[in-house]
């Protein structure tokens, strides 16, 4: 292990760590980003690294022809770093500050359509179903229904629901805690799942464990809904994240207000949740040139 490494990286990610309380896969991706540029530089100390060498090795990495997502990303985790070194006072200085991160073009989220999730709710009777294809499709309403992240349906404790208030705590990024309604769908669906986990005799800390008795795993989630979606969707996209811009699509196509849909989210910045506006425009204007005379055969 570098000295670099062990007096600045390691002290760093055990204050996200702790602080923060981010996810596993945020820390690994801070300490891979400072230990590839301090590797790629041959970085010792802390005193080596000025502007013009941050400088030089993000525009080092365009020239390889990394993705602009990873050059914001990698950009983004060196001020984190040196925010983090100035609160400690372990550097004077931010070598950071007149570093510009690529600009990223807006993408427009995929989302499942209402016509497509119609076809799914006609031809599924969840009072036949068997544990297996419940949990699946109780796993499918709840992402749905809720714009839960997938870590927040994973880590959801079954004390967490209150059916009698129809209402869901989700727990989300830096253990945020929000208020989700449950609509009579979802309720109707959780009610027959809860008591079919019952009657397995299978444990209530998790909401969603499998007939061994063990909570999901990431892949197992995203397994399960893409394997949904592909009954319904053509969409190139059919991971756990298409359902929560569904949610979010949904609302705002049926009236709801930017800040309501933030809150739902659980967003810290109503800059993250705007990308849904893009989505209600690209709707309206497809629908609009789909319904023009012009345009009809």
Do not use: W
Not at 7 to 31: A, G, H, V
Not at 74 to 79: H, Q, V, Y
Not at 179 to 187: A, G, S
Not at 280 to 295: G, R, S, Y
């Amino acid at each position: 292990m570098s000295s670099f490494s062990e007096n600045y990286i390691n002290p760093f990610i055990d204050y996200l760590k702790k602080s923060k309380n981010f996810s596993q896969r945020t820390l690994q991706s801070y300490r891979t980003d400072l230990e590839q540029f301090s590797k790629s530089c041959q970085i010792n100390s802390i005193q080596e690294i000025n502007e013009q060498l941050l400088r030089e090795y993000l525009r080092n990495l365009s020239k390889q022809n990394f993705a602009e997502t990873t050059i914001k990303r990698k950009a983004s985790s060196f001020r984190t770093f040196y925010n983090f070194l100035q609160k400690k006072k372990l550097f004077q200085g931010n070598p950071t500050t007149k570093i510009i991160s690529p600009k990223i073009p807006t993408k427009v989220p995929s989302f499942i359509r209402l016509n497509e999730l119609e076809l799914l709710f006609q031809s599924c009777n969840h009072n036949k179903m068997n544990y297996d294809q419940l949990l699946g499709y109780t796993l499918f309403n709840f992402l749905l229904f809720t714009g839960a992240r997938r870590a927040e349906a994973i880590n959801c404790k079954q004390n967490q629901i209150d059916l009698q208030k129809s209402q869901i705590k989700l727990k989300g990024k830096g253990n945020k805690e929000r208020l989700c309604p449950i609509l009579p769908t979802l309720k109707e669906i959780l009610e027959k799942y809860i008591s079919t986990k019952k009657e397995h005799n299978l444990p209530e800390e998790y909401l969603f464990c499998n007939k061994k008795a063990k909570p999901l795993y990431p892949k197992y989630v995203y397994n399960s809904i893409q394997k949904t979606l592909s009954q319904i969707s053509k969409s190139s996209k059919k991971s756990p994240h298409v359902l929560r811009h569904t949610f979010a699509t949904l609302l705002l196509q049926n009236g709801a207000d930017l800040n309501t849909i933030k809150n739902l989210l659980g967003h810290s910045s109503l800059t993250s949740t705007q990308i849904y506006a893009q989505v209600d425009i690209k709707f309206l204007k497809d629908t609009h040139e789909k319904a023009h005379p012009n345009n009809k055969n």
